[in-house]
């Protein structure tokens, strides 16, 4: 697994002594790996990704040709054209780790969220990129969501079905790894509150998917969770309780936030914490540049249906043993 950033594209400039073989081998190799990509799922830009599938496939088609009818005749190459073709070559480099993030598994939700930044990358003068009208409508379901959280307002289950179905996440595992990455993501240095309040609700989203939409999509999971049932950190709905506890406290958090650190904890023990004269994250014993806690609504919302599915449990089981 590389260390790569998610939307960060290094890529090495050719040697300017680089031969012209060299050069335009490499440039089939890298877009045939390109083209590899045909077959991957996009969550977002699929225009975007088609339409880059085609120039890519007419450079591979004129660079065969070079290859084929060219190179052996030549003993020396334009400079000028081996300057543009490793110019062609950094961008390619850059396309191969953009094709890559675009599908990437546990990003999907990411990805369409920033579906106007990924957009921009393909752009070119000739070809202006932008997110297509589903992912434009997906994106607004998303944040209508959130508001519907913010507002305690239980969400219709097709609407969020429809987003699922659009990002390609239909299973309990699926959820399991989109929340991996953004939890990853969200403990990266230098998030601004906006981005750490944004990752967090697309968290609780996923997490409220997970608990309450997807519940016996994925089988294999669902078999998991009847033979954890009665161990003592029961799973509900594919959520286990710890997941829901606040670190210093270790109770059902009432009031979730989330510090700098992408951390969680209730609202109620950290300000205790740093009232205390702490200016650290408990979990982590880093120091906090900035002590402002982020309300997480949507996580409010997922250990409000934890709380109803343990009711209805309980209550079906007492019916049981009746």
Same mark, same amino acid.
């Given at each position: 697994?590389?260390? !790569? ?10 040697? +300017? ?14 877009? =045939? ?17 088609? +339409?880059?599938?085609?120039?890519? %496939? ?8 070079? !290859? ?7 003993? /020396? ?72 959280? +913010?507002? !305690? ?12 179905? %659009?990002?390609?996440? !239909? ?12 939890? $990853?993501?969200?403990?990266? $240095? ?9 990752? /967090?609700?697309?968290? =609780? ?15 294999? +999971?669902?078999?998991?969770?009847? $033979? ?81 599915? $343990? ?12």
């Amino acid at each position: 697994m590389s260390d !790569r950033r998610i939307l960060t594209f290094p890529a090495v400039h050719p040697c +300017e002594s680089i031969s012209i073989t060299t050069l335009i081998n490499s440039l089939l190799e890298i877009a =045939g790996k390109i083209l590899s990509f045909k077959s991957k799922h996009f969550s977002t830009i699929k225009g975007n990704a088609k +339409e880059t599938f085609r120039h890519i %496939h007419n450079l591979m088609v004129i660079f065969q040709e070079i !290859r084929v009818r060219k190179l052996p005749a030549c003993r /020396s190459f334009p400079r000028s054209a081996i300057l543009s073709l490793s110019e062609l070559h950094v961008i390619f480099r850059k396309l191969k780790f953009l094709l890559q993030d675009c599908t990437r598994e546990g990003a999907k939700l990411y990805m369409l969220i920033n579906s106007d930044q990924v957009s921009s990358h393909f752009q070119t003068r000739k070809y202006e990129a932008r997110p297509n009208r589903d992912d434009k409508r997906a994106i607004d379901s998303v944040y209508w969501i959130f508001n519907l959280f +913010e507002n !305690r307002i239980k969400p219709n289950q097709d609407e969020v079905l429809r987003v699922l179905d %659009h990002i390609g996440v !239909r299973t309990w595992s699926y959820c399991v790894k989109e929340i991996g990455f953004l939890r $990853e993501e969200i403990r990266v $240095e230098k998030k601004d509150k906006n981005e750490i309040e944004l990752l /967090s609700s697309l968290i =609780g989203f996923i997490c409220y998917c997970r608990c309450v939409i997807l519940e016996g999509i994925d089988e294999d +999971e669902d078999k998991k969770e009847e $033979e954890e049932e009665e161990e003592e950190y029961v799973i509900i709905r594919g959520l286990k309780v710890d997941d829901l506890r606040c670190p210093i406290s270790l109770e059902i958090m009432n009031d979730p936030v989330v510090l700098e650190t992408g951390h969680t904890y209730d609202r109620s023990s950290i300000t205790k914490w740093f009232s205390a004269g702490n200016i650290t994250c408990p979990k982590t014993g880093k120091t906090l540049v900035s002590t402002v806690l982020v309300g997480n609504v949507s996580d409010k919302q997922v250990v409000h249906s934890y709380f109803e599915k $343990e009711i209805d449990h309980k209550s079906k089981k007492k019916k049981l043993s009746v």
